[in-house]
């Protein structure tokens, strides 16, 4: 089956400018997570989303950040303006169900300069 | 609030000797505990997880942990290391399937095998 699917791969920005991730989770999970993760650092949960609800959103830094699952599917992370310590892989990951073993994209390599 | 703890940033194991990744966690409930693993430039998968059945779960790769609740911990081990279990692995605490399912990692420690 095909995995979590992320875009770009790779952003280089500067600092105050504005970026956007792209997400299209495993057909059929219901759930989705934005995970941000730091160099040397374990992922932190920015998001999750149970269809199209917003179910913790507690870690997100609204001032900056905004995220959205259009039609229970695909998603976008959005940093707007992007900081130096926003430099980070984020991850897309999604489940069957909000309990069910997470599967994971290949992440989103930002580096703000 | 629940956490993790890795010990050990890095581990280095020769090929064949014994793996042993240590986790200690903190929760206010009884937890689900889970041990993830990220090769280069991969999304991170799942090894294995505790739900509060068997304290010996065993995952995918030959990879096994136990939990113990007397000492808080939940330590990844395999007997034999192989050259393709060089990666970075995360254990992460889940206070239960609740409304607190969220997971936290802990750090990741990187496992270096040498011939």
């Known amino acids: 089956e095909a995995g979590v699917a992320q875009s770009p791969r790779y952003k280089i920005i500067e600092k105050r400018q504005s970026v956007a991730f792209w997400c299209n989770p495993i057909?059929?999970?219901?759930?989705l997570y934005w995970y941000q993760q730091i160099l040397g650092q374990g992922p932190k949960l920015l998001i999750q989303?149970?269809?199209?609800?917003?179910?913790?959103d507690s870690q997100l830094p609204k001032d900056r950040f905004s995220a959205e699952r259009l039609k229970g599917v695909d998603s976008t992370l959005k940093i707007q303006p992007a900081k130096l310590e926003d430099s980070a892989v984020y991850l897309c990951?999604?489940?069957?169900?909000?309990?069910?073993?997470?599967?994971f994209g290949s992440g989103t390599q930002l580096s703000v300069l | 609030a629940q956490s993790v703890t890795q010990l050990g940033s890095h581990v280095s194991v020769s090929e064949g000797a014994l793996v042993l990744l240590r986790c200690n966690y903190s929760s206010s409930v009884p937890p689900y505990l889970f041990w993830y693993v990220q090769y280069p430039n991969q999304g991170l998968q799942l090894l294995l997880k505790y739900t509060s059945a068997a304290t010996l779960v065993k995952g995918i790769n030959g990879f096994e942990a136990e939990f113990k609740k007397s000492e808080t911990s939940f330590h990844l081990t395999k007997p034999s290391a192989h050259m393709s279990d060089a990666a970075e692995y995360f254990c992460a605490v889940s206070e239960g399937s609740g409304t607190a399912s969220k997971l936290t990692f802990g750090t990741g420690t990187r496992l270096q095998v040498t011939l």
């Open positions: 990951a999604s489940s069957l169900d909000r309990y069910e073993k997470l599967f």
């Open positions: 989303f149970q269809n199209n609800g917003v179910v913790d």
């Open positions: 057909s059929g999970h219901a759930t």
